[in-house]
Structure formats: structure tokens, C-alpha cells
């Protein structure tokens, strides 16, 4: 009878570490699945597809911090869309920090050649009352291009999460948000 309880008391005690293995993709660090994919079994006509979506959303006391990193293979010419992003933002509520974002080319040899976007090529547009976007377009987009981003964003307003979509408009490989309630959120 020891031993039918052993395993499920294991198996808890260790599903906390199982579930936060999923780590962030390395900024930058593409994989070779990644760099060879043509198109995808999900949507075989998709002109686009999510390598990966991956955010953090983590309650800090009286403050929430929304990290996000996000990777997109563009397929094919019709795909050339997906490299205009535009993040929403209350602009007297919340602030994007940290944002970089890049286009990566894969070469015949499997080499990656990396073009930043610039500091100066982000615009912060008011489409709103209290409601802006920080714009942003990808340089460089081809076939083949891997377009990645990863900001993040602080807001004071508790009440609203930031949206997570598992299931978007494009085939995605991986979709992973995870939530973190700080010490001090319980305070």
C-alpha cells in the first residue's frame, strides 16, 4: 500500500519542476528545426507561421510586468504582412521597456545574419483616448526570414491582465504564458 502512494506523492512533488522547465527561447538563438522549417503540417497554405509565443506575466505588489517574446518564420511573399507589429498600450497606466526586435536570415550554410531595428525606428502613435500602439516594421523581410521581438510592459492597473491568445490567425509551433504572484502582492 507504501508503494501505490509513493509515486503520486513523487509525482507532485516534482510537477512544479516539470512545469516551469518550459524556458524562454534565447533572444537571437534559433534552433535547427527552426532554421529548416518550409512550411507547416498544420496549415500547408500558411504564409506565416509562429515559431513561438512566450510570455510572463508577473504580479509585483501594487504593479504587474507583461514580458513577451515573440518569433514569426514569414513562409512566403504574402507573409511579408506579418512584419508590421503594433503593440497596444494605456498610456497613462502602462510602459513598454526593453523592447528589441530583429530579422534573422539563414544563409545556405545554416549562418544567421541579424539586422536590429533601431531605436529610432519604433513610433509611438495615439489611435485613442488614453490608447497608443508602439509601431514598429521589420527590415529586410524575405522568404525565409525569422522576425522576432520581446519587450516588456508595466502597468499600475491591476484589474485588467494583459490578453493571451493559445490560438491565433497564423499556425503557432508553441504558445506558453506563465503567471507569477510576488511576495509582496500578498502583502
Not at 6 to 34: C, N, R
Not at 37 to 55: F, H, R
Amino acid at each position: 500500500m507504501k508503494n501505490n502512494l509513493l509515486l503520486p506523492i513523487i509525482f507532485w512533488l516534482l510537477l512544479p519542476f516539470f512545469l516551469t522547465s518550459q524556458v524562454a527561447p534565447k533572444y537571437g538563438k534559433l534552433s535547427d528545426q527552426e532554421k529548416s522549417i518550409l512550411k507547416t503540417e498544420l496549415d500547408p497554405g500558411a504564409n506565416a507561421i509562429i515559431l513561438s509565443d512566450y510570455g510572463e506575466i508577473d504580479f509585483m505588489g501594487i504593479e504587474v510586468s507583461f514580458l513577451r517574446h515573440t518569433r514569426i518564420k514569414i513562409l512566403n511573399k504574402n507573409g511579408f504582412g506579418e512584419a508590421n507589429i503594433a503593440i497596444p498600450f494605456m498610456s497613462s497606466e502602462e510602459e513598454i521597456i526593453k523592447i528589441k526586435a530583429q530579422t534573422l536570415e539563414i544563409d545556405g550554410k545554416g549562418k544567421v545574419k541579424k539586422t536590429k531595428i533601431k531605436k529610432n525606428d519604433f513610433h509611438t502613435v495615439e489611435i485613442g483616448p488614453n490608447i497608443k500602439e508602439l509601431r514598429f516594421t521589420f527590415p529586410n523581410v524575405k522568404p525565409g526570414s525569422i522576425i522576432e521581438y520581446e519587450f516588456i510592459k508595466n502597468s499600475n492597473n491591476l484589474i485588467t491582465l494583459e490578453e493571451w491568445k493559445f490560438r491565433n490567425n497564423l499556425p503557432t509551433l508553441q504558445s506558453i504564458c506563465l503567471l507569477y504572484t510576488s511576495d509582496a502582492a500578498d502583502e
